[in-house]
């Protein structure tokens, strides 16, 4: 939503004023089709040569993202810290060896099932299980455990900024494309030079729409598109911290209700509960 009217806003300031100011808007309309065809094309042509297929997905998958509202809220905080309450909880009571089902198979475990938007995320699950599955183990210690931890999220953290990346790479291209753009109007106007002054005022300013066109799309769109998704990369990858603080605290030996709260003092000020609020979803839940 707030992408759409970032750039209904910019698109209204730029041409708006543009046309309050006397600017024939016809110039721009009839180039726009020709110099958006020539930078855009050869921008998505550069783009896939520049790029694996798997960078190519993860970024269209990334630019849907960007168009849907945050999944990281404090509610979904809540609920995770609250599922690994429960976890913890029922490892300290019963032992490590009393939550093997649940790990071995978390969409038939009565605790996961519990919290239904953490407990059906495919990538929350399997980092928590997985380490869980360690734990129960007893073969890693908590700093053998940590380090592990941090290269998964190293990892996860590169992937995904992939996307980011190409979409940056991207938008430092687009401007250049205008400029081959306006060069090419350029040399097309060189070749009519017999033509009359107003027939060829006309074909400049076409030229130029794609400088202005370059530089647009890059600043006004994909750079733009480049910054939120990195946000959002950055939200995915708290939660991951949040799991890891809290697992590792818990294997230093600290309670359940301890363990959660190291967890809940990593999340971002904005999605963070206060200790109150976390301490009533525990005990309700």
């Known amino acids: 939503m707030f992408v759409i009217i970032g750039w209904a806003v910019s698109m209204a300031c730029i041409f ?4 309050a100011h006397g600017g024939n808007i016809g110039v721009i309309l009839h180039a726009l089709p020709f110099e958006m065809i020539t ?3 050869a921008a998505i042509g550069a783009f896939l040569a520049n790029n694996q297929m798997k960078v190519v997905k993860a970024t269209a998958a990334g630019l849907g993202l960007c168009f849907k509202g945050s999944k990281y809220s404090k509610a979904r905080y809540m609920e995770l810290l609250a599922l690994m309450y429960d976890i913890l909880q029922k490892a300290r009571k019963e032992g490590l060896m009393s939550i093997e089902k649940d790990v071995e198979d978390p969409h038939s475990s009565p605790l996961f099932q519990k919290y239904p938007v953490v407990g059906n995320d495919h990538h929350v699950t399997e980092f928590i299980t997985d380490y869980l599955r360690m ?5 890693l210690n ?8 941090d290269s998964e999220i190293e990892t996860h953290h590169q992937e995904e900024h992939a996307a ?3 979409l940056q790479r991207l938008a430092g291209g687009l401007p250049a494309f205008g400029i081959v753009a306006a060069v090419l109007g350029v040399v097309n106007t060189m070749g009519s030079v017999g033509q009359p002054p107003a027939v060829l005022g006309g074909m400049i300013g076409s030229a130029l729409v794609g400088t202005f066109l370059g530089i647009l799309l890059a600043y006004g769109f994909a750079e733009p598109l480049a910054g939120l ?3 959002k990369v950055e939200d995915a990858g708290k939660e991951f911290q949040c799991i890891k603080t809290t697992l590792l605290a818990s ?3 600290y309670a359940p209700q301890v363990a959660i709260e190291f967890g809940r003092k990593v999340l971002f000020s904005g999605d963070r509960p206060s200790f109150s609020e976390l301490e009533s979803h525990v005990k309700k839940k």
């Open 16 to 19: 708006g004023v543009f046309i």
């Open 39 to 41: 930078i855009f094309g």
């Open 135 to 139: 734990m129960v183990s007893g073969n």
């Open 142 to 149: 908590a700093h053998e455990i940590e380090s592990l931890m």
């Open 164 to 166: 980011v990346a190409a």
């Open 229 to 231: 998704l990195e946000q």
């Open 251 to 253: 294997m230093q030996g």
